[in-house]
């Protein structure tokens, strides 16, 4: 190894010290047009923070509201189809997810996503009654990352096997975690590794 | 009271799959039959899940870009081209113009090797042995040109971030037209074979009909859409990689049954021919790779990027913590999504039908169970 030794403990720092990291967030800016103001206007001020990043605009909003926001987008905006729902796991925050819903509309050609930030063991109002798509893309968050969906008509797993214990896509699951007993049991092998 | 035994059900539940030559892969889907009616279905997926998303978390960008061509691996081109405009799309950047007409003359002979794919199985489950053989004659012609370019057949990894690793080959121009030359004499040769027949047409016409309605409420993208009448395609309703710039029609049908998707594909390659000549005849000079450093780090942030595969929308929503490697990557699989419609398309129907909308709806279990 040619890395140098630890440096004695030495109190003061040779230099001045580093610039603080600038904290790692996305550069996201405010997003404003008719759509906003008119959600703006049926939700109430502050119900739903609107950002855009990259020329792609979504909107921050509770988790309760998630439901009422995206019947009155298709009801009201034109937001007809559900493209995709998906979850992005951050286990040091709080509230440790972020469950996106990705919307399209036909008529505006445009997409919004909606985000919300669910805690662990809380449950998500499911949007089937809205939009049937969401049956699957629901099942598969609750498969994936444990996410609860209440008002689901037939919440099970979908890609791994029923018995499965643990949700794969959580930051802690590790890659090359699995699950013994189920693999010992069906597949008659200490590991699938 | 006498005990109820299953002599009593009116109702016989089936199983079809995994291994089942006509679902295409490993799907298992379990039919509730009354005599050969169905009365409903339930499909069992994931026998080819690898947890594609889940490595994606522990590969750099770079790495993980062979992965992708393992979903629809019918259609690698694509998912390449889908992934690698994500990640261009974090890095807020674009690839060169020769970089971008090569990548569509590529995804355009990968969407005619996928549709007659498609279109060889799907006549063979219906009883049609003949095109599969016409059919894999000309996709052969595809695969040589991709092993030719990229040295790789099906899994291509044929783009990297920011353009193409290999420029075009010495002669690449004159194969791809020649194939061009070649190609739509053929597809009337299958049409010949096919669009009159009576049995296919009795097989088809009619068979598992979903009208925009229901394709719009179950998220049904690609050539099932159109044949619903809703023309829409990510390629004319939001251009990425200079699709704006070719002269395509968008076929449409209006009944949205089997006939009508088969008839939307086989003309959806007569247009891909049309994107592929047009673009080979104006391969611009000039660099193949955008100036993207060596090692990829996206600022933190994330996108969601879609283009047109030849099954429906393919969209990539990436996630980057400004780390090295992506800390979430979802695929959008178009194949997973029109897959949920089957149980509207079936019910009722009879059984001899599912055969046919499972074809009809051009699934790829690679990408359904990722």
Known sequence: MADEKPAPPKPAPPKAAPPPKPPAVMAATPWEDNLTRELTDRFGDGACEFRTYLGQNFILVKPDMVVGLIEYLKMGAGFDYLVDITAVDWPERAERFDLVYILYSFSRNARVRIKTQIAEGQRAASVVPVHPTANWLEREVFDMFGIGFTGHPDLRRILMPDEWQGHPLRKDYSILGQDQRWVEENLGVESGQ | ?370
């Open chain 2, 1 to 370: 009271m006498p005990e109820t035994t299953f002599l009593d059900s009116t109702e016989l539940v089936l199983n079809m799959g995994p291994q089942h030559p006509s679902t295409h892969g490993v799907l298992r889907v379990i039919l509730k039959l009354d005599g050969e009616k169905v009365m409903g279905t339930d499909c069992v997926i994931g026998y080819l899940h690898r947890g594609v998303e889940k490595i994606a978390e522990a590969r750099t960008y770079t790495q993980f870009n062979p992965y992708v061509d393992r979903l629809d691996y019918v259609a690698a081109v694509s998912n390449g081209l889908g992934y690698c405009l994500a990640v261009e799309k974090l890095l807020n950047t674009e690839a060169p113009p020769r970089a971008q007409v090569v990548r569509v003359i590529l995804t355009e002979l990968n969407r005619i090797a996928s549709h007659l794919l498609w279109l060889g199985t799907h006549a063979l489950d219906i009883g049609a042995v003949t095109p599969v053989f016409y059919c894999f004659r000309e996709r052969e012609e595809i695969l040589k040109i991709f092993e030719k370019y990229c040295g790789a057949r099906l899994t291509t990894h044929a783009f990297r971030i920011g353009g193409l690793q290999y420029e075009t080959y010495d002669g690449f121009e004159d194969e791809v037209k020649a194939f061009c030359d070649m190609f739509p004499p053929k597809v009337d040769e299958y049409e010949e074979l096919l669009t009159q027949n009576r049995i296919w047409v009795k097989r088809l016409k009619d068979v598992g009909i979903l009208n925009a309605e229901d394709c719009k409420r179950y998220g049904v993208t690609g050539p099932v859409l159109r044949a619903a009448g809703v023309d829409w395609d990510l390629r004319k309703a939001q251009p990425y990689s200079g699709y704006e710039k070719y002269d395509f029609l968008i076929p449409t049908r209006q009944n949205g049954d089997t006939y009508d998707r088969y008839m939307i594909r086989m003309e959806e390659m007569r247009q891909a021919t049309r994107i592929i000549r047009q673009a080979v005849e104006g391969i611009p000079d000039g660099p193949i790779m955008a100036k993207v450093p060596k090692v990829i780090k996206p600022p933190v942030g994330e996108a969601y990027v879609s283009i047109e595969a030849p099954k429906g929308e393919l969209g990539y929503y990436i996630v980057s913590d400004g780390s090295t490697q992506p800390y979430r990557v979802r695929v959008r699989p178009p194949s997973f999504v029109n897959l949920q419609a089957l149980d509207r398309m079936v019910r009722g129907a009879l059984i001899a039908d599912v055969v046919a909308v499972i074809g009809t709806l051009d699934i790829v279990l690679g990408e359904v169970d990722r």
